[in-house]
């Protein structure tokens, strides 16, 4: 099991920019495909991004193409969501989470025993 820790969540207006990080507590994440995910109160939890464990793939909802990038650091364990053009519905609880099922560019099967314990964006209209 993999320790994560997200931050970087806050309160923003409608058009601003937040960074998401997601730190993680083995070096061992080196080799874990990554992946965002994000709940809406009243909703489900569902699939942001996701990143190969070479940071060479990603794949992204399509609501949130083109204006949130995945990125990740190796070297320093951690995994980011640069997310710009933000808007009122991409208010919710942000999650990261490691060494889920990665079909390169296609799809992101996550790990349920590998969640962060979530970051709040909220994005005023």
């Known amino acids: 099991q993999v320790k994560l820790v997200e931050s970087g969540g806050g309160l923003v207006t409608a058009g601003g920019s937040l960074r998401l990080s997601c730190a993680a507590s083995e070096r061992t994440f080196r080799r874990y495909a990554m992946g965002w995910f994000r709940q809406a109160p009243g909703k489900e939890r569902e699939f942001v991004a996701a990143i190969s464990w070479n940071g060479i793939s990603t794949y992204y909802k399509d609501s949130v193409k083109g204006r949130f990038t995945i990125s990740r650091d190796n070297n320093k364990n951690t995994m980011y969501l640069q997310m710009n053009s933000l808007k009122p519905e991409d208010t919710a609880v942000y999650y990261c989470?490691?060494?889920?099922?990665?079909?390169?560019?296609?799809?992101?099967?996550?790990?349920?025993?590998?969640w962060g314990q979530g970051t709040q964006v909220t994005v005023s209209s």
């Open positions: 989470n490691a060494d889920g099922t990665y079909d390169s560019g296609t799809a992101y099967y996550p790990n349920h025993l590998n």
